[in-house]
C-alpha cells in the first residue's frame, strides 16, 4: 500500500477505506469459502485446542467469517464469549449457544450486529478468557493491529490490563490484510498472532 510511515489518525483513516473497499469486492462465495479456510487454520492454533474460555465475534458483511470457527469450537467442549456493544462503545460479553442464540441488533446508524441473546455476563467477563479473537482490518510484521476505529477493543485490551489477564490476542484477516507496517498511536498493543485463511503468523 502507499502510505507514509506515521503514526495519526488521518493516516488510519486512508487506510480503513482502502480495505473496506477491497472488503466490499468480495462475493458471498470468497467469504464463505475463507471462512471455512480460516475456520480450519485457527483451529489449528494450540492455544484455541487447549482454550476454555475463548471470547470472540460474530462476522458481518464482507469480514472475515467467524461461524463455522465458533461451532467448532463449540463442538470441542470451549465456552465461547460474545460481545455486545453498548451505548459507550463498551463491550458487554454473553454465552454463544449457537447460531439460534444470537441476535440481529441495530445501533442506530452504524451496522447491524449479531449478539448474544441471552443473558449479559458484563464487561469484565472477557478477562476469563484463555484466547481472545479481535477482529480488524490490518495487521503488520510487528503484530501491530489496525481497528475499524471504534475504541470498543482499545477498552478491551485496557480492561485485560487492568486485570492482569494474559490471554492470547488472535487477529482474523484476509491474507491480503498482512502488511509491511500499519500505522499506529501510543495506546496500541501488538497481538500475539494473525490467522487468515492460508495460514498463521506469529509475532514476538
Do not use: C
Not at 142 to 152: A, E, F
Not at 160 to 172: K, M, S, Y
Not at 176 to 192: Q, S
Request: proline residues 7%; neutral net charge.
Amino acid at each position: 500500500m502507499r502510505h507514509k510511515e506515521g503514526a495519526n489518525e488521518p493516516d488510519k483513516r486512508v487506510w480503513r477505506r482502502e480495505i473496506l473497499a477491497v472488503r466490499n469486492g468480495l462475493t458471498a462465495d470468497d467469504v464463505r469459502e475463507s471462512a471455512v479456510a480460516l475456520a480450519r487454520q485457527a483451529l489449528g492454533l494450540p492455544e484455541l485446542a487447549h482454550a476454555r474460555t475463548v471470547a470472540a465475534y460474530v462476522s458481518v458483511g464482507s469480514e472475515p467469517g467467524t461461524l463455522a470457527l465458533l461451532d467448532a469450537l463449540r463442538t470441542r467442549g470451549a465456552r465461547v464469549l460474545l460481545p455486545a456493544l453498548l451505548p459507550d462503545n463498551d463491550l458487554d460479553w454473553g454465552t454463544y449457544e449457537g447460531e439460534g442464540s444470537l441476535a440481529r441488533v441495530q445501533h442506530g446508524a452504524k451496522m447491524a450486529l449479531f449478539e448474544p441473546a441471552g443473558p449479559r455476563l458484563g464487561p469484565d467477563a472477557v478477562t476469563e478468557a484463555d484466547v481472545v479473537l479481535l477482529p480488524g482490518l490490518a495487521v503488520d510484521t510487528r503484530g501491530m493491529r489496525l481497528g475499524r476505529g471504534g475504541g470498543s477493543y482499545d477498552r478491551v485490551l485496557s480492561r485485560l490490563d487492568r486485570a492482569g489477564a494474559r490471554p492470547a490476542l488472535v487477529v482474523l484477516l484476509y491474507d491480503t490484510e498482512v502488511a509491511g507496517r500499519v500505522p499506529v498511536e501510543p495506546h496500541d498493543r501488538p497481538v500475539h498472532a494473525v490467522v487468515t485463511p492460508s495460514g498463521v503468523r506469529r509475532f514476538g
